[in-house]
């Protein structure tokens, strides 16, 4: 991708570890907020994938999760974007699986950019899923999301808690963080 799409959205990734409820609190934020949301484009892949996958799938969901997020800000009316997800999970996934994450994942960690961060905390019970893999490394994935984001200078906050718990620190989140930032 040579250049993100010029918007004005405020772009929130909501991010973690494997089963810590990030498709279903980005439905409910997206509903509430009354805005569109870029679902995971790497669950679509990955259940029609036959093999093993390889740092070139990885390739190919990064692709597509781009292709996804320009396509729904491309017709969003509202000025924000819930991500179920983002493209750093491909950096991730590349280093913990293959040791490296392809160059071009790299250059556009640089180049684009989300406005604020939910991380997902790991204190909701697993949920068994074909397409998940370490129901025994969510303490060790959250860990890494921690260094990423710091890393990236990133704008997050950590949720919490079960059910309305964690639907309320999500949307007091992405509240503060527009209060803050807000323009007006």
């Known amino acids: 991708m040579e250049k993100e799409l010029e918007r004005t959205s405020i772009k929130?990734?909501?991010?973690?570890?494997?089963?810590?409820?990030?498709?279903?609190i980005t439905k409910?934020?997206?509903?509430?907020?009354?805005?569109?949301?870029?679902?995971?484009?790497?669950r679509y892949y990955c259940e029609h994938l036959e093999n093993e996958y390889t740092l070139q799938d990885e390739v190919n969901m990064y692709y597509g999760q781009i292709a996804l997020e320009d396509?729904?800000?491309?017709?969003?009316?509202?000025?924000?974007?819930?991500?179920?997800t983002t493209f750093i999970t491909i950096k991730i996934w590349s280093d913990h699986l293959f040791g490296h994450t392809p160059q071009i994942v790299l250059d556009e960690l640089l180049r684009r950019?989300?406005?604020?961060?939910?991380?997902?905390?790991?204190?909701?019970?697993?949920e068994d899923d074909p397409l998940r893999d370490f129901p025994d490394k969510r303490s060790h994935f959250l860990e890494v999301w921690k260094e990423e984001?710091?890393?990236?200078?990133?704008?997050?906050?950590?949720?919490?808690?079960?059910?309305h718990d964690r639907t309320m620190a999500a949307l007091h989140s992405i509240d503060e963080y527009m209060r803050k930032n807000s323009t007006t």
């Open 28 to 42: 409910i934020l997206a509903q509430h907020y009354n805005c569109h949301y870029v679902p995971e484009y790497a």
């Open 71 to 84: 396509s729904i800000l491309s017709i969003a009316e509202n000025d924000l974007i819930i991500c179920d």
């Open 12 to 24: 929130i990734g909501v991010v973690g570890p494997e089963s810590t409820g990030k498709s279903t």
């Open 149 to 163: 984001l710091t890393a990236l200078n990133a704008s997050y906050d950590l949720i919490s808690g079960l059910g």
């Open 113 to 126: 950019r989300y406005d604020h961060y939910l991380l997902m905390d790991i204190d909701m019970p697993w």
